[in-house]
């Protein structure tokens, strides 16, 4: 769900948005598609803190990033995993 900015008000703290405080983004989020521009700072329109979410490594809302390929299963082979299916009755 997207922050809608037409009720934003500046205050000391930062950009407050419906009571909750709307942090700058940070150098990686640079590209991608969930940025909101406000009284000409970066907003993510998404997450109120993206520093956080970049803490340990990438952002999971983030447009502008793949993931890797073969970091999900395996390929198993068909014949293989019969073979080993019917092994074990």
Request: with cysteine; glycine share 10%; net charge positive.
């Amino acid at each position: 769900m997207a922050v809608d900015f037409s009720n934003a008000v500046k205050t000391d703290e930062g950009v407050q948005v419906n009571g909750v405080v709307m942090h700058p983004i940070v150098e990686q989020c640079e590209g991608c598609e969930r940025i909101r521009e406000f009284e000409g700072a970066k907003f993510c329109g998404t997450y109120p803190q993206p520093a956080a979410k970049w803490r340990l490594g990438t952002c999971n809302f983030s447009t502008h990033t793949k993931t890797a390929p073969g970091k999900g299963k395996a390929k198993v082979n068909p014949l293989k995993a019969s073979k080993r299916a019917a092994k074990g009755r």
